[in-house]
C-alpha cells in the first residue's frame, strides 16, 4: 500500500466547516485515506488528524499520541458513548491553524464507540491528552474547529493573522522575505 502527504486545509478555510458523512462501507478505499492520513499526520508531526482536515468529508479520524510514533488509532463513524461532567483545560494547537495555541476546557473522561479498519466495532475509554486529542478530531468531524471554542475577539484576530499568513505565502511562497527577516 504505497501511501500519500495530502495537503492539509487551513482556517478559515470554509471547507473545514462542513459537516463529515457516515462512512457506508469500510473497504480498500478507506483503509487508502487512513494510511495517507497517518502519513500526512506523522510528517506535520501532529498527534491527530481528521479527514475534514484534508478536504475529504467522511467520518475518519487517526491519533497517535504515543512518544515512539508507532501507535496509530484510526476511529471510523466515532460516536461519544459518554462524557465526564469534571472538566479539564488543555492548551491546543491544529495543524489547520499553525502557530496558534490557546486553552480549551473540555470533559476529562470519554467513552467512544467507533470501527475499526476492519469494520468491527469497538469502544474506547480515554482520559488525559488522549481525551482532548479525540473529542478536538471529533469536532472537525462536525465542521468546528478548536478557535471556535474562544472568544469572538481572538477568533477575529486569528482570522486576520491567518489571512494575512495566506497573503504573505501567496506573494512570496519561497518564504525568502520571511528568512531575511529573521
Ligand atoms: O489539527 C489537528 O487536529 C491535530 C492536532 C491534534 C491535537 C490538538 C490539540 C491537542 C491534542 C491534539 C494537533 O495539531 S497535533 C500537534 C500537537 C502535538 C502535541 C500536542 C498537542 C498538539
Ligand atoms: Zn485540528
Not at 86 to 114: F, K, N
Not at 171 to 182: C, F, R, T, Y
Request: glycine share 4%; with cysteine.
Amino acid at each position: 500500500m504505497t501511501m500519500a502527504r495530502l495537503p492539509i486545509l487551513r482556517y478559515p478555510d470554509p471547507r473545514l466547516h462542513r459537516k463529515a458523512k457516515p462512512v457506508a462501507q469500510v473497504d480498500d478505499r478507506i483503509r487508502q485515506l487512513a494510511a495517507d492520513m497517518a502519513e500526512t499526520m506523522y510528517e506535520a508531526p501532529g498527534i491527530g488528524l481528521a479527514a475534514t482536515q484534508v478536504d475529504v468529508h467522511e467520518q475518519v479520524i487517526v491519533v497517535d499520541i504515543s512518544e515512539t510514533r508507532d501507535q496509530l488509532m484510526v476511529f471510523i463513524n466515532p460516536v461519544l458513548l459518554s462524557k465526564s461532567d469534571s472538566l479539564s483545560d488543555y492548551e491546543e494547537g491544529c495543524l489547520s491553524v499553525p502557530g496558534v495555541y490557546d486553552d480549551v476546557s473540555r470533559p476529562a473522561v470519554i467513552e467512544v464507540q467507533a470501527l475499526d479498519l476492519a469494520g468491527e466495532s469497538f469502544v474506547v475509554r480515554a482520559e488525559g491528552l488522549l481525551a482532548v486529542c479525540i473529542q478536538h478530531e471529533m469536532d472537525h468531524l462536525q465542521g468546528k474547529v478548536f478557535v471556535q471554542h474562544l472568544s469572538r475577539l481572538k477568533q477575529s484576530r486569528i482570522r486576520a493573522k491567518m489571512l494575512k499568513q495566506e497573503k504573505d505565502r501567496a506573494d512570496d511562497p519561497s518564504g525568502e522575505a520571511a528568512s531575511l527577516a529573521l
